[in-house]
């Protein structure tokens, strides 16, 4: 069972403008958010990230919002760059027994058109 | 910012033969690394945690046999794919973290193909 989902497996968005990306969670017991930005054939790097105790983070042109009681967040690029084009995730951070893991959603493919 | 290094960045292999994959944290001391396995378009699945001096804890689903993970400092963790086959063809992503930090730290990735 997909515990982070992304239900948008892509999205284009023209140059200059936000992109918006989304991403569902079934656990309230997530305790930390991340969003990773990721290129074919290399590992992801790390955008930006959220508490669960806040609602908002914002970071230059990126912002997250957090909605608890709808178990979803999103990420905001704004303005979008042709750079931006990539595959976002979304991940999650669960505590069991004392250590932590991060669980991933199925991953946005963002294109930016010039 | 914290670097973690992976190598081999890709390795082609025989059926059957054994294949070692490891990530370094370079400027950082590592308590936990995490092994995840992306299959082509679809997320980045976890594979086992590993902390320091201890035995890794394998996700449902995954043979630890089959995929050895080692921790033996806070500076590199390995992972063996043992006796290796076609369908453990996949491309192998480390990352890392220190204390209670938020954010892990990926490594390259590795691409493995078993001929």
């Known amino acids: 069972d997909q515990q982070v989902k992304q239900n948008s497996p892509s999205l284009s968005v023209q140059e200059g403008r936000i992109s918006i990306l989304n991403c569902d969670y079934t656990?309230?017991?997530?305790?930390?958010f991340l969003w990773y930005k990721k290129y074919p054939a290399e590992g992801p790097t790390f955008l930006i990230s959220?508490?669960?105790?806040?609602d908002k983070n914002e970071d230059g042109r990126f912002t997250v919002f957090l909605n608890k009681s709808a178990k979803h967040l999103s990420l905001h690029i704004v303005p979008s760059q042709p750079g931006d084009s990539a595959v976002y995730f979304c991940?999650?951070?669960?505590?069991?027994?004392?250590?932590?893991?991060?669980?991933f959603g199925t991953g946005t493919r963002l294109k930016v058109l010039a | 910012g914290a670097v973690v290094s992976q190598h081999p960045s890709w390795v082609i292999c025989k059926s059957g033969t054994s294949v070692k994959i490891e990530c370094r944290s370079l400027?950082?001391?590592?308590?936990?690394m995490f092994w995840y396995r992306q299959f082509p378009k679809q997320s980045l699945m976890l594979m086992a945690t590993?902390?320091?001096?201890?035995?890794?804890?394998?996700e449902q689903g995954v043979e630890k046999d089959k995929f050895l993970i080692n921790h033996a400092s806070l500076t590199l963790s390995t992972l063996t794919v043992t006796s290796a086959h076609p369908e453990d063809s996949s491309f192998y992503i480390c990352?890392?973290?220190?204390?209670?930090?938020?954010?892990?730290?990926f490594g390259q990735g590795t691409r493995l193909t078993v001929v």
């Open positions: 990352s890392a973290g220190y204390g209670q930090n938020t954010e892990a730290f």
């Open positions: 656990n309230s017991m997530f305790d930390y």
């Open positions: 959220i508490s669960s105790i806040k």
């Open positions: 991940a999650a951070r669960e505590w069991t027994s004392g250590t932590y893991k991060y669980i």
């Open positions: 400027d950082f001391q590592a308590t936990t």
């Open positions: 590993s902390n320091e001096g201890s035995k890794a804890t394998y």
